[in-house]
Structure formats: structure tokens, C-alpha cells
């Protein structure tokens, strides 16, 4: 594998389900990144990760909750969503978070449909 | 405000240029980038520019930065097939860690 893994492309949940979305990368770098993009709006930050400590978290809500066990890999948990949390949510990495033009590398990533 | 703003479609003849503008309103940005998103793809950076340039030329991409007027575009030259997707501005602060605040993104259609 190389770049940036995303698992599940595809999910499809219930509102009372608990699902867990995985990303890895294999490029060596200490950042990791969760983003939402849907339909109608611009692509959002969600939670960033440098060095495996969360740095970022843009107002959230609950119900989705990451973790970040090593550098490579990043989690998202998601348990009782609701159908407007139907979006593409992208996985990036960077070889740190802070300053800089730190090129994100994104993954392909989760097209999530919550019934 | 954090907004960046871009116009969401563009249709363009193959062989011809594409200009794919940008406005941002954040002047302490110190990098300005363009991504690209093909069908069923993340994000791809396709280059980006020091706020202290106002150009920057890589092969067939030309970025212009007017800072005075916060405005980026990016010029393709003989545009391609190839070239259809989804283009994203972002802009990103120094200091504190590298947040991007994307645009909604120019949707981009080459015809023959």
C-alpha cells in the first residue's frame, strides 16, 4: 500500500448503529487529519492529530469521536449520526501541523449514507 | 471572516486556457494552494504560492496572487480532457499548524 488508505470506501449505517471509519499512511509523517465534505458546503476540518495528540477539534459534535493510536494510523468512530452527517469524509496526512506549506496528502476517501 | 470563494463551474473548449479565479479574506495568509479532486478521489495539490509572490509558473499551471485585492487564480494552458474535475482553493496561516479553509470548489468540463 502506499499514500493514504481509507476503510470503508462505502458505508451505509442506521441511525442507532456504531461504525468505526480507518485511515493509514504509509508516507512517515506525524500529522493526521479528518475532513467533511459534503454537498453543500465546503470542505470542513474536523479534527487534526500531530504526533498522535489531537491539536484541533472544530466544534465537533460528540457523536463522532476519533482516536489516534500511532502516527500512522487515524480512527473515526461514529455512533447515533443522523441523515445530515450523510457526507465524504477524507483522511489527510502531513509530515507535521505546524506552520509551513506542509503538503496534505489526502486519501480517497469514506462516502458515508445515514438512513 | 475565513471565507474563500470561488465560482462553482467552468466549461472549456480542449486546447484552450481555463482561469479558475479565487477570492480569500483572511490577509494574514502566508500559503495559498490549489487542489484537485477527480470522480471518486481525495484531494490532490497541484501547487501553491508564498504570500509574497505574485506568481508562480509549474509546466502548464500559472498561479497569480493579487494580495492587495486577495484574489488567486489559476491559469491551465491547453486544457485536456484529462484536466475535468473538481479545483479547490485553500488558504492557510503560518504558525499554530498548517489549517486549510478550502472553497467549495470549481467544478471544471473539458469538451471537445
Known amino acids: 500500500e502506499t499514500g493514504v488508505t481509507q476503510t470503508p470506501r462505502h458505508l451505509v449505517m442506521g441511525m442507532t448503529n456504531k461504525k468505526s471509519l480507518k485511515c493509514e499512511q504509509h508516507?512517515?509523517?506525524?500529522?493526521m487529519y479528518w475532513y467533511k465534505q459534503s454537498a453543500k458546503k465546503p470542505l470542513e476540518l474536523m479534527f487534526v492529530?500531530?504526533?498522535?495528540?489531537?491539536?484541533e477539534n472544530n466544534s465537533v459534535p460528540s457523536r463522532f469521536s476519533p482516536e489516534c493510536p500511532n502516527s500512522s494510523h487515524l480512527f473515526l468512530h461514529l455512533h447515533t449520526l443522523q441523515p445530515e452527517d450523510s457526507a465524504l469524509y477524507l483522511c489527510?496526512?502531513?509530515?507535521?501541523?505546524?506552520?509551513?506549506?506542509?503538503?496534505?496528502?489526502f486519501g480517497p476517501g469514506t462516502r458515508l449514507t445515514v438512513l | 471572516g475565513e471565507d474563500v470563494e470561488q465560482s462553482l463551474f467552468l466549461s472549456v473548449r480542449e486546447g484552450d486556457s481555463s482561469v479558475i479565479n479565487c477570492t480569500y479574506t483572511?490577509?494574514?495568509?502566508?500559503?495559498l494552494y490549489w487542489y484537485k479532486q477527480e470522480p471518486g478521489a481525495g484531494l490532490q495539490l497541484l501547487t501553491y504560492?508564498?504570500?509574497?509572490?505574485d506568481m508562480k509558473q509549474d509546466q502548464r499551471l500559472t498561479v497569480l496572487l493579487n494580495k492587495k485585492d486577495k484574489h488567486l487564480s489559476l491559469r491551465i494552458a491547453d486544457t485536456q480532457t484529462g484536466d475535468s474535475a473538481i479545483y479547490f482553493c485553500?488558504?492557510?496561516?503560518?504558525?499554530?499548524?498548517?489549517?486549510?479553509?478550502f472553497g467549495a470548489g470549481t467544478r471544471l468540463a473539458v469538451h471537445p
Open positions: 489527510a496526512s502531513s509530515q507535521e501541523s505546524g506552520g509551513r506549506a506542509y503538503e496534505q496528502f
Open positions: 504560492i508564498f504570500s509574497n509572490m
Open positions: 508516507l512517515g509523517h506525524n500529522a
Open positions: 485553500a488558504e492557510s496561516r503560518d504558525g499554530g499548524y498548517n489549517k486549510l479553509i
Open positions: 492529530y500531530n504526533f498522535k495528540e489531537q491539536t
Open positions: 483572511d490577509s494574514s495568509s502566508t500559503y
